[in-house]
């Protein structure tokens, strides 16, 4: 009964903010699906129309609603253009939970989100034993970029070059830590993240060096649980719910200024779409979300007002360095993070920032889209790798980690030996010479 209360009340929160969406079309010229399929369907706009009748069509074809609401990377670029301020992305959020408290998760995923990734613990054991077992299955595919592909044909691999686990997660190596603040007078909460955590743990380290550097305390919690984000693209709200409960209370005891994430798409969650999840909840659980959400913010944000030139004592590299930027859809276009970056990059020695053309168009990601709707999203992201391969860039920066796995992914099928990092990585590189 409590399902179905949930189901009624999202659906009159839908109403209301469909009620906003003129049909304009504003979203048809910026929505990167659109772009590649020009299916009306696949955009924003198409999208609201078929859930103005979704109480009808829920009934009719839940699959088929379903089918056209996953088309979508929820990348942002929709609402971030919207004149009349719809957010697109609450609404297809919404309606995903709806579907599926309607229809229910399927096997696969109820095993996934509920039966691991809700348990921060179990989900570490296992990826933990995955890393130790892999070499069997996958092979190295580029080793400027450091993907794998698999030694065999994999229905679920395809064709893909992918960022292996790390031989030893960063929860492994560094379980926890809490320091003063130092010179800077400040001390922040570090929220890891899963792709951080175990795929790119070198992020993670870059990101410690950088905090200690600028004088700043580090409260990092042991058995940190993942964002949310992928449970709420499936609809699955239990599980989102279990994962913030979890989080909450190892984060908001903390003394500290300020909460980072090294992750776009973890640093948006937290600050925009958990007071989102939140809204229809009890006040003492919405004051305890607005509190953390107003204090999270991206360490590439935080940290370039406090870098010290004197402190980047490592050799300027001879000759300079080409870099690039790709702007995340989650930190741009959600966040307005862009300038922070590039400054952090101009900051380094010895590197030269190469702009590309159309540096914040979506790399095609999308989480869970690129594993329903791999040709789409590889066509997407194809243009991305030939914006970045046309700046003569020998390495490029991102700060989203899944923006990572699609770029490395994309570089590495073509064969390009360009370098996919994160902007922290290279100031961290730039402080430390060894």
């Known amino acids: 009964m409590t399902d179905i ?49 979704l109480v009808h069509e829920l009934f009719k074809d839940p699959k088929g609603v379903a089918e056209r609401l996953n088309r979508c990377l929820l990348c942002g670029s929709c609402a971030a253009n919207c004149p009349s301020g719809v957010k697109v992305l609450d609404i297809f959020l919404k309606a995903r939970a709806i579907l599926t408290g309607f229809m229910g998760l399927s096997p696969a995923k109820r095993l996934i989100l509920r039966g691991m990734l809700s348990r921060p613990e179990l989900f570490d054991r296992v990826t933990e034993w995955a890393g130790r077992f892999q070499k069997i299955f996958t092979r190295p595919a580029n080793e400027v970029i450091g993907t794998s592909c698999a030694r065999i044909a994999s229905p679920l691999l395809g064709g893909r070059h992918f960022r292996p686990l790390a031989p030893k997660a960063f929860h492994q190596k560094t379980p926890s830590k809490d320091t003063a603040a130092g010179s800077s007078g400040k001390r922040a909460a570090f929220f890891v993240g899963c792709l951080i955590d175990k795929i790119f743990p070198n992020i993670a380290e870059a990101s410690m060096t950088v905090l200690e550097n600028c004088g700043v305390g580090i409260y990092l919690p042991d058995g940190q649980g993942c964002c949310g984000i992928p449970a709420l693209s499936s609809g699955d709200r239990k599980t989102f719910f279990r994962l913030l409960h979890h989080n909450l209370a190892l984060f908001e005891a903390a003394q500290t200024d300020v909460m980072l994430t090294a992750c776009a798409t973890c640093t948006s969650t937290i600050k925009k779409v958990w007071p989102v999840m939140v809204a229809d909840q009890p006040e003492t659980l919405r004051r305890r979300v607005e509190q953390i959400a107003e204090k999270t913010t991206d360490i590439n944000a935080f940290v370039a007002p406090l870098i010290d030139p004197a402190k980047l004592t490592a050799p300027p590299r001879k000759p300079p360095m080409v870099v690039t930027y790709h702007d995340p859809c989650h930190l741009k276009k959600s966040l307005g993070i ?13 590197c030269r920032l190469a702009e590309m053309a159309e540096p914040d168009a979506c790399c095609g990601m ?21 914006r970045i391969v046309a700046t003569g860039a020998s390495a490029v920066t991102t700060g989203c980690p899944a923006c990572m796995l699609q770029i490395s992914d994309m570089l590495s099928r073509s064969g390009n030996s360009v370098r996919v990092c994160h902007p922290i990585e290279i100031i961290a590189e730039a402080m430390d010479p060894s």
Do not use: H, W
Request: glycine share 10%.
């Open 366 to 386: 999308g989480g869970s889209f690129n594993l329903q709707y791999y040709e789409i999203s590889s066509r997407i992201g194809r243009l991305k790798r030939d």
């Open 338 to 350: 862009f300038a922070e970056p590039r400054r952090l990059l101009q900051a380094a020695p010895g």
């Open 5 to 53: 209360r949930a189901i009624a009340r999202l659906m009159r929160e839908l109403e209301d903010q469909l009620a906003l969406c003129m049909r304009c079309g504003m979203c048809q010229a910026v929505c990167p699906v659109y772009s590649d399929t020009g299916k009306e369907a696949d955009v924003a706009r198409g999208k609201i129309v078929l859930l103005d009748g």
